[in-house]
Structure formats: C-alpha cells, structure tokens
C-alpha cells in the first residue's frame, strides 16, 4: 500500500494552517444580534463604537432599511432628484461619523426633529450607512433600492411589491 | 509473450514499473491513478460528512426542547444552510463519482480511466469547492439562506456582503468537478469496456452510472447558470430576479429545481447500482429481470427530469400544471417499484447468504421504501400544500436519501473494502454499527413525520412549549444521536480492520464481476491481461479467456466498440502530471475573484488559457497507421 | 364535495383522537377546521391506507425471501447460472400492476381534491388583504360601512361557514401563508399576486406561521387566527373599524403623548391620533388581539413593556428599534396601549 503523503505535509495541513486562518478571521461580515445597543450619541470622531457599526456590513445594510422606513429615502433616496443626493457631496467633502451623526439628528427643515425621534441605535445604523454611500457603486444602490420598492417610506407606502 | 511463472513475474514488474507514481509527496500531487484518486476523494467526503453530521447534532440538540437558547437564530441559520449544502453538493454527489472512479475501470477490466488527468482535476477542483464553503465556516461569514437560497431574501437588498456569493460559487466548483467526472466516467463505460462486454452484458451498477452521469450533464448547467445570475444581480445588477426591475423571483426557483430535482436521482441512482451488485454476489445468481431493471434505471433518469415543479407546489402556479406534475411524479414510483421487485426477488430465488453487505441492503430496503411512500404523499399538489415545508418533509428526504443512499454507501464500503484493503471488515462490529445507525435512524426521523402532521415548520430555530412538539423533538435527537455513535462504531471497524481484519484473497465473497479477478488490493496496474467477456456473469463462468497484446513497457489501454465491445485500437494511457492540479487552482483563483469583481472573469482567463495549453501540449506525432490516419 | 362533509369530518375523528395530550392541535393538518383542511385530510388518510398496504407487501416478500437467507447454512454455495423464473416473471406483472392501480387511484383521488380546491373560488364572500414583511403580517379588511380598508396585524378574524379570499403580498421576500387547521399553505411571493381560498367551519382559535425560509427570524412569524360566528366577526370588523379610543386617565394621557410625540409614531399607526407611520404593524386595537410580536408573547402589560424596551432579547435581529423610556414612561405607555381595545 503506498504512503501517501510524508509526515510534514500531514503536520504542515493539520496544524499550521488552521491556525492560520483563526487569526485573519474577518469582522466584516460579522453578524451579532442581541440586546446590546448604543445608548448615546457618538463621543467624538474616534469613539471606539464607530468601528463597529461603520465597518460591519449588517450595520451598514440596516441603515439603509431604516433609511426608507424613517423617510430618508423619500428626499435621498437613489431616485431624488440631484440637489438632495447625498452620494456626490459626500464624495467630495468626506465627513467624521460624529459630523454626520450630528447632521442628520439635529436635521435642518424637517417636520420632526430626528434627535428625539430615531433611536439611537438606528441613527448609528442610519449614519454608517450615509457614510457608506460614495463607496456603492449608482447602478450597485438602484438594484438595492428596487429590490427594496415594497418597503414603506416613512409615512407612506406605496403598497407591496406587485 | 514467454508462459510459466517467470514470464508472469516479468510481466509484473514491466507492468508495475509503466504504471507506478512517483514518490512522496510529489507522487501525491501528480497520481493520475484512479484508485489513488478515488480513496482520497472518499475520505474527503467522509471527512465532510462527518463534518455536516456535527452540525446536524448542533441543531439537533438545538431543537430537543422547546424554547431553548443555546443556538440564536443567526448561527442555527448558518447550521442548516451548511448541513444541507455539504450534504447535497459536497458529500452525496461526489462520493458516489468516487465510488465509480475506483471502481468503473476495475469492473471493465481496465487499467484506468479514459481521461486520467481529468479525474485529478475533478478531485483539485472538487477540493476546492469544500474549501470555498468550509474555510468561510471558519472565517465568520458562513452563508445562511439555507441550501437554495432565493431571492430576494438572497438578492443585493436583503442578503448585503458575500456570504451568498460564496455558496453560490461553491456550486459552480463543485458542479464543474461532477461534470468533469460524469465526462470521465460515459466515456470509459462506453469505450473502453473489455472485449466482448456488450452493452447487454454490462454489470447494472456500470449501467446506473452511465444513466446518473447522463443525468449530471444535463441537470447540472441549470444550477451554474441560475447561481451565476443571482452572483450577476449582486456584482452588477442585473435585474434576473428583480421584481420591480421586470425580473422573476419564480425563474430562479424553476432553474435551480430544474437541476434539484434530477440531482436526488443522480444521488440515488448509483445507489442503486451499489445494491443489485451487492444482491447478485449474496443472492449467488445473476439478477432477476435484468432488462427491467435496464429499462427501469433509464426510466427514472429520464422521468427524473419532468417532476421539478413538486418542489413548487405551493408558490401558486395554475392548477391543473400542479396536477400534470402530481402524475409525473407518482410515475416515477413505477420504475422504482419494479426494482425492488426484482432486488426481492433475487434473493428469494437464489441460493442467499447473510453477510454484512446483505444486510444493509435489507436496511435500505424497509428504509427507502417508508421514504418512497411519504413520497407518493407529497407528490399529490394538493395534500403538499400541507406538508410541504414542515418536518414531514425533512423527514421523507432523509428517508429516502439515507435510506436510498447512505445505506447502500455504506454497505458498499463492507463489500468492497476487502478489494481495496485485502482484508475484511469485522462482521461483529458491522451488524453492531449497521443496528445502531438504522435503528438510531428510525427513532430519530420517524418522529419527524409526526411533527410534521402536527404543525411543525422546517428550518425554524426554536418553537413555542404550548405547540407540545417538545417531546418528539427529543426522540428525534434521542435517535440521532444512536445514529451518530453507529456511525462512529463503523468508522472505527473500518481503521481497525485495516490493521488487524481477516485477510482476503481476490475474491472473498464469490461475486461473478471483473474487479474480483485482480488481487485484493489491486496492483497500480490492475489487471495482468485484459479479459474478454462472454456472459453476464464473466467470474461464474469455468474458463476466461485473456486477450493479449496490451503493452507492458507503458501505459496503454486497450478501446473497444460502443456496442459490440469489439477491440478497435490501442490508446496511450496518460501517466502522471502537474497539471490538473495547476488547472484547478487557475480555475479557482477566477471562481473566487469573480466574487469581488467581474474583471476576475477576464483575468482569470488567462491562466487558464495558459495552464490548458500546457495540459492539451501534444506529445507526439499525429498517427500515420490505424484508424485515425483517415484524417 | 359537500354531500360527504360530515363523512369526512367523522372519519377525521381517528388521527384527532392522536392528538389528545399529545399535541396542542391549534396548528396541525390532522384536526380540521375548514373544508380544505378536511378535504386534504381525506386524502391523507385515503394515501395512508394505500401506502401502508403496499408497504406491508413489500416487507412481507422480503421476509420471504430472508427466511430463505437464513435458513441455508452453506457458506459459499454454488452460483445458479439460469434459474427457472416463471412465476417470477409472473408475479412482476401482478407487482407492477398493483402498483399502477394503485398510482392511478392516489393520482385521480388527488385531482379529485384539487378540483375541490378550486371550487372554493365560486364561493367568496370576503376578501382580506394579507401583506408578509420581515418577520409579521399585516392583515387588512374592507369595512362594509365606510368601504375603506381597516388594518390590523398578526391576527386574523375569519367568519364560519363562508369563504373567504385571502389576498397576498409580500413586502420584502418569499414568505408563506399557513393556517394547517384551515387549509394549505399559499407562498407570498414578491411581484406575483397569489390568493388562497379557505372556508373554515369550526369555530375558535388557531395559529398560523409562516411557511418558508424568511430571513433570521423566520421561526417567529406566526400569527394568530379566530374562527368566528357570522355575526361576531361583522362586531369583531365594526370595532377594528373605529378610531383608537381617547386616554382615559392622566397615566395614558402621558402615554398617548409620548407614543404619537415620540419614537412610536414615526413607524406606527394609532388611527385618529398623529401617529401616522407605515413601516409598523397597526396599533389602533393591539389591546384587543390575543398576542404581540407576530404571535409569540401573549398580549399583556408585561410583555408590552419587555417588547417595547428590549425587542431583541425576545425576537433577535427583529426591526423592532429598542425604544429606552424612563420607568414611569415605560409603564404610562404600556397603560395607555393596553387601553386600545
């Protein structure tokens, strides 16, 4: 019966290479849901919370659901008109999380006042997810938002998908 | 050639000599030995199972109380997607393809396979697919939409990241190596079988993988194309499955089902080739009903292809296209029936013995057949829109892909291992773990029928105390767990027999197929000479003829005609080589690349262009006699 | 297939008495409570006697045949070449036969039932809207009175005795809707308009669940369903139909100022107050169902306030936001809910 292979290449794919792997585990997609929100607003640019809703993908993609749900979408979103788009802006003036945060809970000429209306969870969500923006690729956010078309905007909805 | 033993031994050593590998690891990368490849695609396999079986006894335990909190609904998600992805494209699929690449040249009396490099990169390849679902696992980003994964739940607005972009490249791995293998596989059955072999006389379980590869090429596109539309729509929105966009979620549905359906009969099929040859050899008599059983195996690939939309009974397309496809779908029991009939009556007829092998074909007898019959149950549209999608079904499919698969697997695994190994599996240790694994079997799925009937939803991670579905659940795990430990038992028959079993000569159980006539385990060569065949049971008979002629001093393999079996010409049989190995990491660089970008497909390319024309690189001249000088 | 109701509803006697102390029965197949449940029943049981025979033949000739395993005591006998297999060949016929007939049965009794299905569709008389999102169900009726259309969520009123269209939608993905003991199950696929007709004809409570893979709590869309008398459910209608109910007490008045000044209104609906938000489900009359979160937390003051403050500890990854209210907040608004009846 043949050997199949030499004692070090068994060594080599047994051990080293899964410990390999356990050390570039990637957070990106990392996925945790349970009963631990932000209960305040972000402490300057480098608060240690941004990190974890800026840089997860979950975060980012519920942002964008609260976006419509809480009436975003209806002046920002893909299919408003250019002067409220925020993808461009935010390409050229690049802007600190807290910045955003502050922008969109203290938010000029809106009905309500965001601050004392969204939670706060949801505006980290919301602000990580404004931010993201000029990285999506236009035709990437439309097929997004259309996929999204029976999700309701705020105060209206459009009825379900048909 | 010089008669008596020398002239054998030098034969021997000349063939030895053609047909060996290289040493050491370098002999591992390059073997283009199917024997070689096949063992290690087994274990792989099993490897994975038992991978998937962990993750099963996860949610199993998961499930054994009602509101229990040890798995939250993101990893149970995760558990499931995975189980039923390794289980259907990374374990059941390719070990059957491994199963016919140890043993379809041994049963031909072959010495390999007609595409050898093919076969290693089917392995490479395939490798890469387990990779491409596992080392995620291990990263954190396991996908979790289940095993079919439909948009728009898996679409660019709800599914955000890769973790549905892996799966669906996995498939392309793992589809591309089960369409290089069936490739390999209707080629040797059809060209290369030894003289005399007609189609009439072939062993039904060359039959049922020639039928189950027919099936692969043509279900499996159906799955690339659709998985690679839903990466499409993700990459660069394209709109295939948009609703609002003018897409169809239900076109995703109908590809993948398309491919899903013929896939359980392509799981199932070599299975049954695996039992009728298990039953002749124990029965002592050549099959009852030889032709039907042909005509029954065509029937099911061919029916096979015209049930998918059972799978959709519930999505609410019109009527009376449910109702065609309820009849489709009870017809198939007619074939599958006629089987049984048969396998049943072999035994009755002949002159039968118990051993191990035997026994697990009668666990998959009372087994498979409880699933074939809560098949005909949820084959009826109307009664399925109540027991599509609870544990009545999770139960049937177990039912009929344990019972119709994995028994006969590993009842194939007894007949065959003193082939592969030159001993045998302990027969004590192979009724203990057969009893543990059907009997833990039972106990744990036969409940789930019931769960079913009582309410019970698939794929939820956790139910309600007042539903009363707690007690069964913990039967369910009770079992499951005797199944898992059953399995354990044979895994450890199977290391310690390999040291310590009886030893078996060429031919312990008295079968009448070619793969008895070389030693146990086979030389790197196979076969000594190429015998000709002049029944249906060649080893029964009282004289086999060998043809000679076959080189010694290299590789060559001896091709005959697709019906007579009559020897037309002398092919060159490939020998060792780097290149499938550098091909499939080619082709795995432009799987994984054209996850992050469509460029990949580009790029990719020409490694793969580059890598293919090193492989194809011709090695001599074009013929100048024999058949092929007419070109 | 009215003549044989009451054949098929004693018949369906047998697997109910399975039921007893053993399953709860408000979400199963096996206990009828509208025609289409009791049609599939039938057919069920008409399979499982089929079935079960033809399994019995099966095992019965494999008994046969191992009776002969073990009876011969020779290890390696002889190999017949070319047994003698007439009655064999025979008794294929015979197998093959059963089979078919057998097949043809279960396939015609099957049409036979889909026809019946199918016949429901002469027969409404209501129509009720059903719209599936991630992870509940918004259920809406037209009221007779004013002709607008009336929400609610997560629980559905049916009347006995007539049949109704249940119309579905989805907002977001594939869900599924199932009431076992009423009928099957109808996916809910978004850009198709599907509907499923179901007459239930025994009164009381069920529950309903969504049937297909969903999204990360798939396991807790559940919803329940009330079976009522013609004439509870036009009450039942009547009421939904009416505007929330005014603050009766200075408690619920500071809870109805926070839940329409607040967090609450932005993605709720409380009719007739400012809360006028879509995403959620209807608040109007949430103190008069049965159950909260889409059928997994009994209607009451407790849940209400753990539902409100911490939605993730009970429903993980819900879009529930976790709405954090001082003590005495929390409780004036759990009064003031409990209120909308």
Redesign the interface.
Known sequence: MQRYASFTFRAATSLVLPGVFALVACTKEGRTLGPEQPLTPPVGASDKRIGVFQNNLYQVSQGGRYFSWYGCAGCHGSTAPNSHDLAPDLAQHPRAFDAIYAMIADHPRVPVHYRDRIPTEQLWQITAYVRALPATKPELRRRQDLDEAGEPQGAQWAGPVR | MSAGADGVELRRAELAEAWR?PP??W??LVTVDHK?LA??YIVTTMFLLFLAGLLAMDMRIQLSAPGLHRM???LY?ESFSLHGSTMLFLVSVPVMEAMALWLVPLMLGQRNMAFPRLAAFSYWLYLGGALMLW?PH????TP???WFE?P??S????A????VDIWAQMITFTEVAALAASVNIIATILKLRPPGMTLARMPLFLWAMLIASLMTIFALPAIMLTTSMLIA?RL????FF????GG???LFQHLYWFFGHPEVYIIFIPAVGFVSSIVETFS???I??YP?MVLSVLAIGVLAFGLWVHHMF???LP?LG??FY??AS??I??PA??Q???W??T????????ATP?LWV?GF??TF??GG?SG??TA???????????YFVVAHFHYVLVGGAIFPLLGAFCYWYPKA?GRLMSERLGVLAFALIVGGFNIGFFPMHVLG???M????????A????G?LNMLATIGSTIAVIGGLVFVANALWSYWRGERAGADPW?G?TLEWLCPS?PPSYNFDSTPTVR?I?PL?EPELLAYDGIATTKRELLVTSVMEAEPIYRQNSVGPSIWPLVAAVAVSILFVGSIFTPWALVWGALPIAITLSLWFWPTRERAKTGPLRKR | MGGTGSMRRGAALVPVMLLVGACSGVQSPLAPAGEQAADQLWLFQLMLWVCGILYLLVVGFLGLALVRVFRNTSRLAEPELAPADRTLDRSLLVWASIIIAGLTLLAGASFVVDRALAAAQAREALRVRVTAHQWWWRIAYRDPASGRWVETANELHLPAGRTARIELASADVIHSFWVPNVAGKMDVIPGRANAIDVTPHRLGWFRGQCAEFCGVQHAKMAFDVKVDTPAEFAAWLATQARSAAAPADPVAARGFQIVTQGQCAMCHVVRGTAAAGRPGPDLTHIASRRSIAAGILSMNRGNLQGWIAQPQALKPGTMMPAVTLEPGDADAVAHYLEQLK
């Open positions: 590998d050491g690891l002999g591992f070689r063992a290690r939250g609904p993101q998600n080392v291990a990263l954190d980003i979790d939409l289940g439909y728009p739940l679409g660019p607005g709800y955000p990241g890769h973790r729509d660069v929105a394209t709109h948009s609703p609002s966009g169809d979620v239900l002592r008599r050549p009852f009903g039907a519930a999505v609410g009527r449910n109702d309820t009849a009870m017809t029991a007619l029936g006629v049984i009939f048969c049943i009556a035994i009755f007829s002949g002159r039968p013995r118990m035997l009668v007898l009372v057949v409880i019959m005909i149950m009826s549209a109307p009664l399925d829109l109540q027991l599509t999608d609870t190994t009937l009582w309410g939803p698939r794929r939820v991670y956790t139910y309600p007042e539903m009363g579905w007690p008295g009448h385990p029944s049971t029964w």
